[in-house]
């Protein structure tokens, strides 16, 4: 992956992810996630709005990352992995307020990509 470049995804199968932290139950979702290496930053869109953190070190893959939030943020570990039909039927929609059955990964994505434009 390139400076800057969002996370690549495979098959287009991973741009929306689930994203999970033991320290921090306001993560949910992930879309447009982007590593900043020379400024040592994630950023990302959580369907409401964009979040940005700095790191103290990275490991990811082709479509998964793990990061740990710089102690002068708060910390913390957040792993982010592609989103997938049964991580949200288990670990996603009982945490939304309106949440929605889905046939397919496709309509899943495709919802969760129309909550950016409505954020805006």
Do not use: C, H
């Not at 592609?82 to 309106?98: D, G, H, R, S």
């Amino acid at each position: 992956m390139q400076e800057g470049e969002t996370m690549p995804s495979p098959e287009k199968e991973s741009d929306v992810y689930f994203v999970e932290s033991q320290q921090d139950g306001t993560v949910l979702v992930a879309m447009d996630v982007n590593v900043n290496e020379q400024n040592r930053m994630v950023s990302w869109f959580d369907t409401v709005k964009e979040r940005m953190m700095g790191y103290e070190n990275i490991q990811r893959d082709n479509t998964s990352l793990s990061f740990t939030r710089l102690a002068s943020e708060g910390g913390g570990d957040y792993n982010f992995q592609p989103m997938t039909l049964e991580i949200y039927q288990e670990k996603v929609k009982p945490k939304l307020l309106a949440p929605q059955d889905f046939d397919n990964l496709d309509s899943l994505k495709q919802a969760f990509e129309e909550t950016k434009s409505s954020a805006w």
